[in-house]
């Protein structure tokens, strides 16, 4: 079974506005991580936020984590069309450092 | 893009047919992963290697071996490939293995099996 649900499956939003998609797990993690998808091209790491930390920025994206509620959250601001992409969480679990467990994705539209 | 090639790009088998990817790397990172991509599935975990004739089975690994006799090079086998095997393959490295590497994705190998 997956350890990473994204929420929504699929958003379309105007370019500028922002652009939040939501990831739910079940066990207990060491960190989690957002990696994005070009359409026909592998995934590219974008943040990793560790299970002691609540909130971590990096540039136009803001990553938030609620490990009582099992839950993360990846804001993308001020939206642009090259963020059209596919967005996924992956856990790493604590008792296997070296396995990421990925989600099904959130799919971005963002229009001109 | 990490220096990451997968071969062949795109393949198109029948079923019955063992088929070979290749996974490459000119990073010397020890971890090599290889994953499955699929519609409403996400990514899922094949096999991974954590060194030379080091691997291990994921947890999609049924119909599948994987082989690495040097660091740069991963390979996986479909010993007689069926439709459910008809998917985009990406291969990814990690630098230790630690749960806080990033992994690095090659550009994928999309295989249909007729």
């Known amino acids: 079974s997956q350890q990473g649900e994204e929420d929504p499956q699929a958003l379309s939003i105007q370019e500028g506005e922002n652009a939040t998609m939501n990831c739910s797990y079940k066990t207990s993690i060491n960190n989690l991580q957002w990696y994005r998808q070009n359409s026909g091209r592998g995934l590219v790491h974008l943040i990793l936020i560790r299970s002691n930390e609540r909130e971590k920025h990096s540039g136009r994206l803001r990553v938030t984590l609620d490990t009582s509620k099992k839950s993360s959250s990846l804001l993308i601001t001020a939206s642009r069309a090259a963020d059209t992409a596919s967005y996924f969480c992956a856990t790493a679990w604590m008792d296997s450092s070296y396995k990421l467990i990925f989600g099904s994705g959130t799919r971005l539209l963002v229009r001109p | 893009d990490a220096g990451i090639t997968q071969s062949p790009r795109h393949k198109v088998t029948e079923t019955g047919t063992p088929v070979t990817l290749r996974c490459h790397q000119t990073e010397n990172h020890r971890y090599m992963y290889w994953y499955r991509q699929d519609p409403g599935h996400g990514l899922r975990l094949i096999h991974y290697s954590y060194g030379v004739k080091d691997t291990d089975k994921g947890e999609v690994s049924d119909g599948y071996s994987v082989s690495r006799s040097k660091t740069e090079d991963f390979l996986l086998t479909l010993e007689s490939a069926t439709s459910s095997q008809t998917s985009v393959y990406f291969c990814?490295?990690?630098?230790?293995?630690?749960?806080?590497?990033?992994?690095?994705f090659g550009p994928g190998t999309r295989l249909t099996v007729l």
């Open positions: 990814a490295i990690s630098e230790s293995g630690r749960s806080t590497d990033t992994q690095y």
